[in-house]
């Protein structure tokens, strides 16, 4: 065993997005193109020796070779210890779990999260800091900035780790330990539901289907809602986690969900239905023929939380982005709790979680979490909701409706249109921000602009800025039209279109959606000239 010293140069475009860097599978396999970005995240943290690094990914395609060269760099980079989740499997919020029960400087996440796997679709790495979270943008930005001048990275010539088998191997001076994927977090979770409730539930014959879409978070569904909480088996479907996600699209939405979405509106569907993304971190909640939107979900889980045992004390505060639904606002109010609004992306919740200012946070993109972590949580919020309907015996859509009654609704909608012209996109943000001082005091299809700007946050912990973070229209009748570019995405761009509109009449709470946001879509449409700047007549996905 030996350290190598391998000559490199930087390769362009190795800026993380909204969640660390994602690019198509090809270019993560180009020589030297991982070494690369891991070697700028060493450097920029700087001294290792001492410290335990978590690693760990949603065993989409390349991730077993990415652990492999990741466990020989880290080895060369003096770690006293390195955990890997077993077969190179960690979700997202186990990483994180792991991280904080470990005491570990770090973790490296290996995903693409809910963008397509296999040889042709994507993958990505992430740096997670001590705390259990994202790393903020001052650190993404320094590895960034690293990769831009690296000269050359260090490993290990050491012989593959047996990642299969759980146990230690020394390499070098560090010690690798397979840790078993599932465990730290099972405990975890045991330890924030009332399990007698839910086990009593499936044992009274409630019926419910999680449906894994062959990644991440099926053996973690399977061994605690089948396992520990007794739901019969068959209850978790999809739930090995398969290199090309066995061909789905493991993006928990309505569109590519599909198959779960038909059974819970056929006449055998069962109570209650769910499913998790690429990584673990997503979660979409299916009532009977009746999905629950995100935002909503948020402000559900945010007025019942105390329901659950880990939650009992009530709640510091909420924190949802930009672009989620003002729901959950209503229910801070109503709890005399503050309600904090930040930018896309997990990273900007750490702050307000580490201060104890939020408890619970959430994002329109099928994202929920909470201080429990410092990532969001498919397995948790579904755990949550299987709390909810123990403890009040309603079934999804009584829950839902009723809280409407008492709060409103925020009709909601996001509209995607994915892989168009960078250029063309950024034109169409460009044109809308010179738009922008003229909106206010404008007329919309009946809606008028209160104001309209581009959004902009200043961390209220540590005083970090950012700017740029997505365009909103805001009426003087609370509905908002909000314009973005996604992060994520590894072709093109993708315009996401935010629309909301609050309705407090109950009469009014029954209207299919898309119907109740018409005039607001074609606002949003007119305003920023959408077909005629995208080419496209409408959206590729709609959630
Ligand atoms: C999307 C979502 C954002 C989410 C991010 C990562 O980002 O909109 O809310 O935090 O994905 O989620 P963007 O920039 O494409 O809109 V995941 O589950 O892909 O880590
Ligand atoms: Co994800």
Redesign the pocket.
């Known amino acids: 065993m030996a350290i190598q010293t391998v000559a490199t140069h930087p390769i362009p475009g190795q800026r993380p997005?909204?969640?660390?860097l994602?690019k198509k599978v090809e270019v993560f396999r180009q020589p030297h193109y991982l070494e690369n970005f891991v070697q700028s995240v060493f450097d920029t943290l700087g001294d290792c020796a001492g410290k335990t690094l978590v690693v760990g990914g949603d065993g989409r395609y390349h991730n077993r070779a990415a652990i492999q060269t990741i466990l020989r760099m880290a080895a060369a980079h003096g770690y006293a210890q390195v955990l890997v989740g077993q077969g190179g499997i960690l979700s997202?919020p186990a990483v994180s779990c792991v991280i904080r029960k470990r005491q570990a400087s770090g973790g490296i996440i290996l995903?693409?999260?809910?963008?397509p796997g296999g040889p042709d679709g994507d993958f990505g790495i992430?740096y997670n800091i001590a705390a259990g979270g994202p790393a903020p943008e001052g650190v993404t930005e320094a590895i960034y900035r690293r990769s831009e001048s690296i000269a050359q990275y260090r490993l290990s010539d050491a012989p593959e780790v047996d990642i299969d088998r759980l146990g230690v191997t020394q390499v070098e001076q560090t010690r690798v330990e397979v840790i078993d994927s599932v465990a730290d977090y099972a405990e975890l979770m045991r330890g924030l539901f009332d399990f007698d409730a839910i086990r009593k539930l499936f044992a009274g014959g409630f019926t419910m289907r999680f449906d894994g879409m062959h990644a991440v978070s099926g053996p973690y569904a399977k061994t605690i809602i089948e396992g520990m909480l007794g739901a019969p088996e068959g209850t978790v479907i999809n739930c090995v986690p398969l290199e090309d996600f066995g061909g789905l699209h493991p993006?928990p939405n309505p569109v590519n969900a599909a198959q779960l979405i038909e059974l819970m509106g056929g006449a055998d569907a069962p109570d209650f239905g769910a499913a998790s993304?690429?990584?673990g971190?997503?979660n979409m909640i299916v009532g009977r023929d009746f999905d629950v939107t995100p935002s909503d979900s948020l402000a559900i889980l945010a007025a019942n939380a105390t329901l659950a045992p880990g939650y009992r004390q009530g709640l510091k505060g909420i924190a949802r982005?930009m672009?989620t639904s003002r729901a959950a606002d209503r229910v801070a109010e109503a709890l005399g709790i503050p309600c904090h609004e930040t930018p896309?992306?997990?990273k900007f919740f750490g702050t307000l979680l580490d201060a104890g200012m939020a408890t619970l946070c959430g994002?329109?993109?099928?994202?929920t979490g909470s201080d429990h972590i410092r990532e969001?949580d498919g397995v948790w919020a579904v755990l949550f909701w299987l709390n909810l309907l123990a403890a009040t015996g309603k079934p999804v859509e009584r829950i839902v409706g009723e809280h409407w009654e008492r709060f409103g609704r925020n009709y909601y909608s996001r509209h995607d249109y994915e892989a168009i012209d960078t250029a063309a996109a950024n034109l169409l943000m460009a044109d809308l921000r010179v738009k922008l001082p003229a909106l206010a005091g404008q007329v919309l299809n009946g809606h008028t602009v209160d104001f309209a700007d581009d959004f902009s946050y200043t961390d209220p912990v540590d005083g970090s800025t950012v700017t740029g973070q997505g365009i909103r229209i805001v009426m003087t009748d609370g509905s908002r039209i909000v314009y973005?570019?996604?992060?994520?995405?590894t072709e093109g761009a993708?315009l996401?279109v935010y629309i909301e509109l609050y309705e407090p009449d109950p009469s009014q709470h029954h209207r299919p959606t898309q119907q109740a946001l018409a005039s607001l879509i074609a606002a949003a449409d007119s305003v920023a000239n959408i077909a005629m700047q995208t080419g496209r007549a409408s959206p590729s996905v709609i959630t």
Do not use: F, I, Q, V
């Open positions: 997005g909204t969640s660390g994602r997202t995903s693409a999260s809910h963008n992430k993006d993304d690429g990584d971190d997503r982005s672009p896309t992306g997990w994002e329109e993109s099928y994202g969001k973005r570019l996604s992060g994520t995405g993708t996401r």
